[in-house]
Nanobody, 117 residues
Framework: QVQLAESGGGLVQPGGSLRLSCTAS????????MGWYRQAPGNERELVAS?????GLNYGESVKGRFTLFRDMNTVYLQMNSLKPEDTGVYFC?????????????WGQGTLVTVSS
């Protein structure tokens, strides 16, 4: 079983920057991919960025060129630059493992990012 602990988030003005971090514990050897999703009020949860064990990166269209995801051992960092009000939401760390052919998702508790002047 995988546990995820997030930190970072908070209030920032438009155009500002924030960094989120997420550290995995437990059965970390089983993790195939880690990343971040976000959910704004009234919206579905959407992919922000993810990385797989091979180092591949995947970004949501709305954050390309502004956000950078990088991984160091069992921690992933999301560097968010040029933040916009529409980036406001709860950001959830995600870890993907498989038990046989069954995908198992681990989620952090979520951290709130508010972009506002």
């Amino acid at each position: 079983q995988v546990q995820l602990a997030e930190s970072g988030g908070g209030l920032v003005q438009p155009g500002g920057s924030l960094r989120l971090s997420c550290t995995a514990s437990g059965n970390t050897a089983s993790i195939l991919a880690m990343g971040w999703y976000r959910q704004a009020p009234g919206n579905e949860r959407e992919l922000v960025a993810s990385t797989n064990r091979g180092g591949g990166l995947n970004y949501g269209e709305s954050v390309k060129g502004r956000f950078t995801l990088f991984r160091d051992m069992n921690t992933v960092y999301l560097q968010m630059n040029s933040l916009k009000p529409e980036d406001t939401g709860v950001y959830f760390c995600n870890g993907v493992s498989y038990i046989g052919t069954k995908r198992v998702d681990a989620w952090g508790q979520g951290t709130l990012v508010t972009v506002s002047s």
